[in-house]
Every structure is written in C-alpha cells, then in structure tokens.
Antibody, heavy 119, light 107 residues
Framework: QVQLKETGPDLVQLTQTLSITCTVSGFSLTTYNVHWVRQPPGKGLEWMGA???????DYNSAFKSRLSISRDTSKSQVFLKMNSLQTDDTAKYFC?????????????WGQGVMVTVSS | DIQMTQSPASLSASLGETVTIECLASEDIYSNLAWYQQKPGKSPQLLIY???SLNDGVPSRFSGSGSGTQYSLKINSLQSEDVSIYFC?????????FGGGTKLELK
C-alpha cells in the first residue's frame, strides 16, 4: 500500500538548516510527483514545493532561495532542506503524493514531522 | 498568488444535520478545487477533487459543487466522525494555495 513517512529533527536552532527525509513505499518516485506542505501549530496549510517524477523541482517563491528539494530514487526518498530558519518556520512538515491526473491534488500524506525552531 | 477564503471559520452543528462550507477564490480557478479533511493530530485526507469528484472511500454524504470563484462542500446527515477541520485548495495555478480552514464541531 501507498505510504509516506517523514523523518527529521524535533528541534532546530535559529538560523540553522532544516533537513527532512520523506521515505515512500507502494509507488515509484519516477511515476508520481511528491510535494512538501507545512502547517504551523493551529494554523493552515502552506505548499512549499515539489519534486517532479522526471527529476525537476518547483518551489513556492515565498521561500525564495532558502528551500531545496532533491531525491534518491534508489532509496525511494525525497529530501527537503531549508536554511536560515526563523521562529515562524516552526511547523509540522508533511510530504504528500500528487494524484496522477490532477496536478496539485494530494491523495496520500505522511504523518508529518513537527519541527520547532528555538532561539 | 491565488487567495482562497473559507467561511465560516468555525461551525457547530447537530448530529444528522446538513452543513455547508464555502470557499471563495480570488480569481477563476475553473473547478480546480479540492477539499481535505483533517482530524486532530492527523494529516489531511483528500475528500473531493475537481470541485465535485469524490475521492475513493469517501462517504457519499460528502459532496462538492461550484464553479468560477465560488465553491462549497456539503455534508449531509452529519456524523460524529465528521468533527474535523476542512480545507479547500486550488490546484489551478502554482503556488497551490489553501483556504484558512473551517473547524466543524458538534453542538
């Protein structure tokens, strides 16, 4: 069955870099696009970026040049890396699979990893 | 970026009641609208895509409608397990954007 699981730190220091891994199973990264979405505590959802099945990427300009998404298809893993973290980057970070025929619609989500940025 | 505005922000309803949640896009999104349900502490789950297509396994009491800039999610015969936060999301143009959410509680 389709599964996504995020792993990463609980706590990151102010101005440091966040690295999260999304490990997927039940589908191929060369067939489906995988996205990153975050949710600050008690707030709404914010799309961050995507890894396309062909290997390209797309980013929300709100994150300017802070965000980088990459993958290792041999390990079925997608990576999020974001630098210069601030306290308002405290959020739960989700990876999600895109529905095959509907760009930007997410049919399977990981459980998320809650990251706190501490000063 | 396309702005998505949901209303109401919170809603209290009784078991068996019908509830409707509205979503307004800042521009025409040509039915490229999805609805998600998020239970406390869980990840969002896709309910509806392309404004009115029910995702696999979603109960038929959920339905979506709308066009242009105005969309709605209707829940018929409210059940206790429907207590959640509901988000709309446009997938017409990147960056994909979400509404602020509607918190549905039982009265």
């Amino acid at each position: 069955q389709v599964q996504l699981k995020e792993t990463g730190p609980d706590l990151v220091q102010l101005t440091q870099t966040l690295s999260i891994t999304c490990t997927v199973s039940g589908f191929s990264l060369t067939t489906y696009n995988v996205h990153w979405v975050r949710q600050p505590p008690g707030k709404g959802l914010e799309w961050m970026g995507a890894m396309w099945n062909g290997g390209g990427t797309d980013y929300n300009s709100a994150f300017k040049s802070r965000l980088s998404i990459s993958r290792d298809t041999s390990k079925s893993q997608v990576f999020l890396k974001m630098n210069s973290l601030q306290t308002d980057d405290t959020a739960k970070y989700f990876c999600a699979r895109e529905v095959g025929n509907y760009p930007g619609v997410f049919d399977y989500w990981g459980q998320g990893v809650m990251v706190t940025v501490s000063s | 970026d396309i702005q998505m505005t949901q209303s109401p922000a919170s809603l209290s309803a009784s078991l068996g009641e019908t509830v409707t949640i509205e979503c307004l896009a800042s521009e025409d999104i040509y039915s490229n609208l999805a609805w998600y349900q998020q239970k406390p502490g869980k990840s969002p789950q896709l309910l509806i895509y392309y404004a009115n297509s029910l995702n696999d396994g979603v109960p038929s009491r959920f339905s979506g409608s709308g066009s242009g800039t105005q969309y709605s999610l209707k829940i018929n015969s409210l059940q206790s397990e429907d207590v959640s936060i509901y988000f709309c999301q446009q997938n017409y143009d990147s960056p994909w954007t979400f509404g602020g959410g509607t918190k549905l509680e039982l009265k």
